[in-house]
């Protein structure tokens, strides 16, 4: 059986005080008896990070937006997998789409970004979706497929249990429209047909794939009630502690 997770991706948002009472309010609101129903991340800004240890208390996991794949050196500006593990972390987005448009991020890079991640013991994230383009194209399935297995091409098979793709429909980020629960199973499935080919059936039935665009409390157990998707990626409504903290009430539901 696969837990269900939500994972709050915070972007480039809130000032370190502020994130610190949102982590508070999200870990104070999250129940100890949901531990065995449904597991929750947080992903601040990097700078934020070192303020969310003790917010968090344990009950909360802690992720980053972003790292590199080198471990250390003449990377000016770089973040590694070993210094985000340093500060507690133990999950990272990989390949947001947001990256992929405003900074060039490459499938190949992401492909490294998701080893490097695994190597330092992080549970990588991986953000594949399309465009309203090619939605429209009808080239959805066909472009998804091949950058998911651009993303994973390099990892290894006893790995491949632990990571998690996120189904993130460009069209469906930050604009109040999510799709629709049916489609993305529709996609969730297809993601999971992929691993199992590429891998085998027993490591895509433990891999979980996350929904995310315009998730928040009142949709979110459209999507979890679904076959293949076993929780979100959540931007704005995780920015607010009582909508984030509904969408977990109503998965352990
Ligand atoms: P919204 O939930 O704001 O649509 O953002 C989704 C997202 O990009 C999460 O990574």
Not at 8 to 21: D, H, I, Q, R, Y
Not at 25 to 30: E, H, K
Not at 77 to 82: D, L, P, T, V
């Amino acid at each position: 059986m696969r837990k269900p997770i939500i994972v709050g991706n915070w972007k480039m948002n809130l000032t370190v005080p502020v994130a610190e009472k949102l982590a508070g309010d999200v870990a104070s609101g999250y129940q100890a008896d949901w531990a065995d129903k449904v597991e929750v991340v947080v992903c601040p800004t990097y700078l934020q990070i070192p303020a969310m240890a003790d917010v968090l208390s344990g009950r909360v996991g802690l992720g980053a937006q972003d790292l590199f794949w080198e471990e250390e050196g003449a990377y000016t500006g770089e973040i590694s997998a070993n210094m985000l593990k340093e500060l507690g972390c133990g999950y990272v987005i990989i390949g947001h789409s947001e990256r992929r448009e405003y900074l060039g991020e490459t499938n190949e890079m992401v492909g490294k970004k998701a080893c490097a991640a695994l190597a330092a013991g992080l549970v990588p994230i991986i953000c594949v979706g399309e465009s309203q383009k090619q939605r429209e194209a009808d080239e959805t399935n066909e472009f998804l497929e091949k950058q998911l297995l651009a993303a994973v091409d390099s990892i290894e098979q006893a790995d491949m249990a632990q990571v998690i793709v996120a189904y993130e429909p460009i069209w469906a980020i930050g604009s109040g429209d999510p799709a629709s629960p049916e489609d993305a199973e529709e996609i969730a499935s297809l993601i999971r047909e992929t691993l199992t080919d590429k891998y085998s059936q027993a490591e895509a039935q433990q891999c979980r794939i996350l929904y995310g665009g315009s998730a928040k409390a009142d949709n979110i157990a459209g999507f979890i009630g679904q076959d293949n998707i076993d929780g979100a990626l959540v931007g704005g409504a995780s920015l607010d502690a009582k909508e984030f903290v509904g969408m977990l009430t109503s998965v352990v539901k």
